[in-house]
């Protein structure tokens, strides 16, 4: 048997001389990388050495194989191989109800597949089975979770065969307003509540994120992605400035995005749908509205397809008013300094 030799000291230490100066036999003194004293120790302190290593190499052979392979046996991924290469895959947040569950159906009957996302399980479960379609799947998602959209992605990139993701309609939405007049009793005000920015604004940012980064895994690098957004988010609104603020916002980054993600073949705009009966409408508020005033979700449909099947538009805010759609620019400039400091200047950089 082979007297092994190992190192006591150094970077080196605890494992065998042998891994790093090519001699195996014999009486080694010091290690000649490091000047490094080293010690005899027994054959049979070797041979466990070894069977430690073969032991920690096939552990890892075992992991990696259940790490990459075990998405290929999942329920998703072998639903929805078969159809991945042929059928655009969109994800759509909020699509539990109302305006997101109107999408869901309008774009199965399209061709589409649509990976279903919304906090509320319960109803999103059930209308996804409602459905009784293969062509849709739903994930429990809180889009406020940076964490839980990044499942939301596994999930949908899975479920496509690892092969397509077309298009993100980041919909979800709520609207609780927390009165910034109302400051209490107390010597400091309660924080105030900005549930509402979380939800309809920073969530846009977690998924455009996420999107930005899966479309360049699809074979050809593109997608779109269509926020909703709200009239709300381009007059002002006293009765929820933090909801008006967050439709602002998508607003900003959907017209400061648009170009330049266009150049990378993603195509981002925004949909302003006008008043539509759903679970977000207060009745209070609704019964107020005349009839002839409502926004059907039909029309907020068609407003979405002028995104989806449509590769001139960047950047675009497109209101939906009753039966009309109006495209919504961003104010002129004041003067030319304001365009220069604002926009011009930038490019020179680029
Ligand atoms: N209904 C209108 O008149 C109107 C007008 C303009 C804009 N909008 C916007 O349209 C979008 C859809 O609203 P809607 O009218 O269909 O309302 P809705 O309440 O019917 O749908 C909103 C969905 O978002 C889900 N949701 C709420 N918080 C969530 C979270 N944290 N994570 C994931 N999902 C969440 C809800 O469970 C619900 O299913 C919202 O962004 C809303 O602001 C609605």
Redo the contacts with the bound molecule.
């Keep these: 048997m082979q007297a092994s030799i190992r190192c006591t000291t150094g970077r080196l230490n605890g494992r065998t001389a042998e891994r790093h100066d090519g001699r195996t036999t014999g009486h080694i003194t010091h290690c000649p990388n490091h000047q490094i004293k080293t010690e005899k120790k027994s054959a049979d302190q070797s041979e466990q050495y070894k069977y430690r290593v073969a032991m920690s190499h096939i552990s890892y052979l075992i992991i990696l194989f259940y790490s990459y392979l075990t998405p290929f046996f999942s329920p998703d991924y072998s639903l929805s191989v078969m159809s991945a290469v042929s059928e655009p895959v969109a994800i759509i ?2 699509a ?5 569950l109107a999408l869901v159906k309008h774009l199965i009957a399209k061709g589409w597949r649509v990976v279903m ?4 399980d319960v ?1 999103g479960l059930q209308a996804a089975q409602d459905l009784g379609s293969d062509r849709v799947v739903f994930h429990k ?4 979770s940076w964490s839980d959209q990044v499942s939301l992605f596994q999930r949908a990139w899975q479920w496509s065969g690892m092969g397509r993701l077309d298009l993100l309609v980041a ?5 609780r307003p927390d009165d910034i007049c109302d400051t209490g009793s107390d010597d400091t005000p309660k924080e105030p509540a900005l549930e509402v920015l979380k ?2 604004l920073f969530s846009v940012f977690y998924g455009l994120k996420l999107f930005v980064h899966y479309s360049k895994k699809n074979p050809q690098p593109s997608g779109k992605v269509v926020v ?1 957004s ?1 009239p709300t988010g381009i007059y002002p609104f006293p009765f929820g400035p933090e909801y008006c603020s967050a439709k602002h916002g998508v607003i900003g980054l959907v017209r400061s995005m648009g170009p330049r993600l266009q150049k990378q073949g993603i195509y981002i705009n925004a949909v302003l ?4 009966l ?4 207060p009745a209070a508020v609704s019964s107020l509205v005349p009839e002839d005033y409502l926004t059907s979700l039909g029309a907020v449909c068609k407003a979405y397809d002028m995104f989806v099947d449509d590769f001139t538009h960047f950047g675009q805010c497109l209101e939906v008013s009753v039966d009309k759609v109006y495209f919504s620019n961003p104010p002129a400039y004041c003067d030319e300094a304001q365009a220069f400091i604002t926009s011009e200047v930038w490019t020179k950089l680029d």
Excluded: E, H, K, Y
């Design positions: 947040t909020g539990a109800s109302g305006i997101g996302a919304d906090i509320n109803a998602t809180d889009v406020g919909n979800a939405g709520i609207f939800v309809d909703t709200s749908p006008g008043f539509v759903t679970g977000a409408t």
